[in-house]
């Protein structure tokens, strides 16, 4: 194997849902829901707010601000339903045992 430069043996992402958000904003644009234009935008947007972090460890919680921003403007999403899932995968978070994977179904208020 090559040598990499500097830092590329670090994880890309923190966590897995920022995989999960990069994906979905991957996939969302290629099926031409949005420009990346539209998209750099939104994203340039969330980063710029007042209380933004100097060192950029809070990007993927704009990155996905910004994907729910860009859903709701678009009339893609409604601001009620992007509200009720982050809350509803909030309470499934808290409700998932340390290292398994978040699912909605660990949600406690979710009808079975």
């Given amino acids: 194997m090559a040598d990499l430069p500097p830092g590329v043996d670090a994880p890309v992402f923190a966590e897995p ?11 969302l644009h290629d099926k031409g829901l949005f420009s990346w234009s539209e998209w750099a935008q939104a994203l340039s947007s969330e980063v710029k707010k007042p209380g933004a972090a100097a060192d950029g460890h809070d990007y993927y ?5 910004a994907l729910e921003s860009l859903l709701i403007s678009k009339g893609l999403a409604a601001r009620a339903d992007v509200d009720a899932m982050a ?12 290292g398994k994977p978040i699912l909605l179904e660990n949600d406690p208020r979710q009808i079975r």
């Fill in 61 to 65: 919680e704009h990155w996905l601000a």
């Fill in 17 to 27: 849902w920022q995989a999960e958000a990069f994906a979905m904003t991957v996939a």
């Fill in 87 to 98: 809350e509803a995968w909030e309470r499934a978070a808290h409700a998932t045992p340390h």
